[in-house]
């Protein structure tokens, strides 16, 4: 079973949950920056910038999510060997904190989505219950500016028992809600503009963008760049909202007088539904920008540094991690980085060793940058023979088959072995082999017991290893020769001999579990037939009872010494 460090899910996700962060930040400075080009820019098209900028960052963290998922190095036999033999950890820090990172993340995320439920369900319960009808001369009015500012959908206007402030619900069959209040203390004029504020909001589809941008805000919680720019579109769209009924010649004074009485009387404010108040963080510039009263903005010292030191912090942290993905290993190969989106993966690179008559250039050598293929060996095979040639004058090197080279990696030089040291690597290799071998096939059979009869996992266990057969050996041999003089090798065959006897250990129980099913059955059948021993035999029931109670025994002491081989380990 593979560790939590080595789950693909949860790596994939880190890397897409840290880049979330520069790319918001990289949107988010992008918005600013189109806002103070041009001042004028309608409240309108603010909320529609702003939904495309936000929308395009979860999507950029979905793709970021999929791409590292896709192209994060698989487990191969050869890196799990290795892993085995050296000792030695190949993920760097950053890599290994990633798991956990991601669980954390969504063990939080399980609170901003069951509030997001919440709120809906909440909504589904007030567009239902608690409801009264609307006089008849507020509903015709609804319906009359419904058609003149362009809503073909039919929309309904109730009184609520449940809101204290008037809210837009639906989409499809937009709702209005009035709260029984608002009837009693707002005048004729003042009901009509809020009104008219509710239907900007259908109008404008803004019930459809609230709950998908309350969506992303509940899966980006931890973003802070995502905060920002759904205040940005929550302060705008109403703003929008308030300009349409500005437009329809009402008296600014009057609706900004109901606007600070529904703001008293409302108790809460849901974000999965649209309120005529909004906001209460921004209510009060509302009210003045309403007004026109425009209040020159202070520049803030402590805002400025805040979030400059933020992206600092973020553009540090992805280089930290790029540097520490790009720092060379001796045994392994990677590529290059790729797109910003998937930035940090790598995957094995196809290299090209110099023959015997070249090794005098051992000092010139290089290894050319490849994008990454699924299939290196059969491009190799496909190539003519002449390209993979070495020319045979000193000093010169074949020449590249791209236009640029890396030269930040040296190709390692196989390092001839002592006729003892050469020994000991065979055996090594046999028994890891033979580990591999049947350890995985255990997984493997595990996996399929119920699945597969005996004849169907005999022939699986052959194709098995047929495959196991075909794999480079000579490579991984290769690997280990020019690692020799780093690899602690009494940790090594101490962990080799504990699997081999393990295997033993397993080979006997298997020997002596299908032994006592025999003589199980075989006294069975002797019961049966009503017969106390086998003629010419010296089988009798009681020999086979002997017997029974002999591998008993037995699987107990191995089962006992197992136990504290395990715990010993």
Not at 158 to 186: E, M
Not at 311 to 340: G, H, Q, R, S
Request: charged share 20%.
């Amino acid at each position: 079973m593979p560790s939590l460090a080595e789950s693909n899910f949860l790596q994939a996700l880190g890397w897409a949950i840290i880049n979330c962060f520069w790319q918001m930040a990289l949107l988010w400075v992008l918005f600013k920056v189109v806002l103070s080009l041009n001042a004028k820019i309608k409240s309108a098209h603010k909320v529609a910038m702003a939904a495309v900028f936000v929308i395009s960052g979860f999507i950029w963290f979905i793709i970021t999510f999929f791409s590292s998922l896709g192209h994060l190095p698989e487990k191969s036999l050869f890196s799990d060997t290795v892993a085995l033999l050296m000792g030695e950890n190949y993920n760097n820090i950053p890599a290994q904190f990633l798991p956990y990172a991601s669980l954390l993340y969504l063990m939080i995320l399980i609170f901003p989505l069951r509030q997001f439920i919440r709120n809906y369900r909440y909504v589904q319960i007030i567009r239902k219950k608690g409801l009264s009808k609307m006089d008849a001369e507020w509903r015709v009015f609804v319906q009359k500016i419904a058609v003149r500012i362009g809503i073909k959908k039919p929309v309904k206007i109730w009184l609520s028992a449940y809101v204290n402030s008037p809210v837009t619900i639906g989409w499809l069959k937009p709702v209005i809600l009035i709260p029984i209040a608002a009837v009693n203390h707002l005048t004729p004029t003042q009901m009509e503009a809020v009104l008219l504020h509710e239907l900007a909001h259908i109008r404008r589809y803004d019930y459809l963008l609230n709950v998908l941008i309350n969506c992303i805000k509940s899966i980006l919680y931890f973003n802070p760049f995502v905060h920002l720019f759904l205040s940005s579109i929550e302060e705008e769209r109403e703003s929008s909202c308030d300009e349409m009924v500005v437009r329809f010649q009402y008296d600014v004074y009057s609706y900004a007088s109901a606007l600070v009485l529904l703001e008293k009387s409302a108790a809460g404010h849901l974000a999965a539904v649209m309120a005529a108040t909004g906001k209460r963080n921004g209510f009060a510039t509302r009210i003045e920008k309403l007004l026109g009263i425009y209040q020159r903005p202070s520049f803030s010292f402590y805002k400025f540094t805040s979030r400059l030191l933020s992206l600092v912090f973020i553009f540090l942290l992805n280089a930290f991690l790029l540097v520490n993905k790009k720092e060379e290993n001796k045994t392994f190969w990677a590529t290059d980085f790729t797109p910003l989106m998937n930035l940090l993966p790598f995957f094995p690179e196809e290299r090209m060793s110099l023959t015997e008559k070249n090794n005098n250039l051992a000092s010139v050598n290089y290894t050319q940058s490849k994008p990454p293929v699924k299939n290196p060996e059969a491009i190799v095979a496909a190539r003519p023979d002449n390209e993979l040639e070495l020319t045979d004058k000193p000093g010169e090197i074949p020449p590249p088959d791209v236009s640029f080279l890396n030269v930040n990696f040296t190709t390692p030089v196989i390092p001839d072995l002592t006729t003892e040291q050469e020994k000991h690597l065979q055996a090594t290799l046999e028994a890891t082999k033979k580990v591999f071998e049947e350890t995985q096939w255990k997984e493997i059979e595990k996996n399929y017991a119920d699945a597969l009869s005996s004849l169907e996992k005999e022939r699986m266990k052959l194709a098995y290893e047929n495959e196991l057969s075909k794999q480079d050996w000579l490579q991984l041999e290769n690997q280990l020769k020019v690692a020799y003089e780093h690899i602690d090798w009494v940790n090594v065959n101490t962990r080799l001999q504990a699997a081999l006897t393990q295997i033993k250990v397993d080979s006997i129980l298997r020997v002596f579990n299908t032994t006592l099913n025999t003589l199980a059955d075989l006294e069975n059948d002797m019961k049966k037939e009503n017969v106390t021993c086998i003629p010419d035999t010296d089988v009798t029931l009681k020999s086979i009872a002997r017997q029974k109670k002999k591998i008993k025994e037995e699987l107990l002491k191995i089962n006992t010494l197992k136990k504290k081989t395990i715990i010993r380990l």
